[in-house]
């Protein structure tokens, strides 16, 4: 166990040397773009010891609590002078206590909008890809989680040739038109690939990185849609389950987006929230969480946030069953981190 120990800690030391000199002496290079690797020190968190400081903190505050106790039960003057000074103690350590509680709290509340900004997009089309092409071509443009990125990357890089004083992209408009109109077919995916690859990357925007960049991005996004459009699963005898799975999921973003507690944090642990969001309010929706039955088929009406993510993540593993476990993964990961973070959240 000590050899095992030692190795680790002496791994975990190696990765924030390397993360450290990697920053220093600004060794992520970055024209590699789609060829480099996540940076390591992406790793290195201190949420570890956020969580750590938030259990010492109760456990503390009971020790003092249980040897204020102790001393006044003793019964003697004595006992109740230590009684009174490890009592008046505890309650200056509840102070710090509070502090590392919130600060836990709003941990959990940022890896929330870290989901709903960065994560929510990928279950989404993880959800849709695994439906049948003529299921996907009855949702609007609107709910095609793919049109959706592409759209957010394209309107960036259309920013970034305002900013630099680039003609108009009639070239690069007409091709992504056509892409649009064919969002679910492989073929004009890997078409629009070779374009970006051969014709706008190399030779149109060539003259500025920051503009190919942009290019690069809305490249990497086609890969891993074709990557999606194409996997190896049976899309027609489980079309029904993944359209449940993905209907449940639109439904379930604004509610998502509603739950949030977004806003400016003061001094470290300090955060101004709705009345929705205050303590008795979570409380009662914790409880009535506790009550609530977990559905894999459907939104319960009223049911608390926490309630429909854990039923999401359910539904979830059973549509990746049905396909022996191979798809959704990553996206069960995801949903699954999102409900402990609202439940650790509500219990701060």
């Known amino acids: 166990h000590i050899f095992i120990a030692r190795r680790l800690d002496l791994v975990c030391t190696q990765i924030i040397e390397h993360a450290a000199k990697g920053y220093l002496y600004n060794e992520r290079v970055a024209s590699e773009l789609i060829n480099q690797p996540k940076a390591v020190d992406s790793i290195v968190d201190d949420f570890a010891v956020e969580a750590q400081n938030f259990a010492n903190s109760l456990t503390q505050s009971a020790a003092f609590s249980a040897g204020a106790l102790a001393f006044s039960l003793v019964g003697t003057l004595t006992g109740n002078i230590f009684s009174g000074i490890v009592a008046a103690l505890n309650i200056v350590f509840s102070f710090g206590t509070m502090t590392n509680v919130s600060r836990y709290k709003i941990r959990n509340e940022e890896a929330r909008i870290i989901f709903k900004e960065e994560k929510m997009q990928s279950v989404l089309k993880g ?30 890089f259309y920013k970034s040739l305002d900013y630099y004083d680039c003609e108009d992209p009639k070239e690069f408009k007409l ?17 629009f690939q070779a374009l970006l690859t051969t014709k706008f990357l190399p030779d149109t925007y060539h003259v500025n990185s920051y503009i190919q960049e942009c290019l690069v991005n809305v490249y990497k996004t086609c890969v891993d849609m074709h990557y999606l459009l194409t996997q190896a699963v049976d899309r027609t005898s489980n079309d029904a389950a993944a359209k449940k799975l993905f209907d449940r999921l639109i439904r379930f973003r604004p509610k998502l987006e509603n739950s949030l507690q977004r806003g400016h944090t003061r001094f470290g642990f300090l955060k101004k929230r709705k009345f929705l969001h205050w303590d008795i309010m979570v409380c009662i929706k914790f409880f009535l969480g506790l009550i609530c039955f977990t559905s894999k088929t459907g939104s319960l009406p009223g049911a608390p946030i926490s309630t429909e993510t854990r039923g999401i993540v359910a539904q979830t593993r059973q549509l990746s069953s049905l396909h022996q476990n191979h798809i959704l993964r990553r996206e069960i990961r995801d949903l699954d981190a999102l409900y402990w973070a609202t439940r650790e959240s509500d219990i701060a």
């Open 127 to 156: 959800a849709f890809s695994i439906m049948d092409p003529s299921t996907r071509a009855k949702y609007p443009v609107e709910q095609n989680p793919f049109i959706e990125h592409l759209d957010q990357q394209v309107d960036s």
């Open 175 to 191: 091709a992504y038109k056509n892409l649009k109109g064919k969002i679910n077919d492989p073929d004009t995916v890997l078409e």
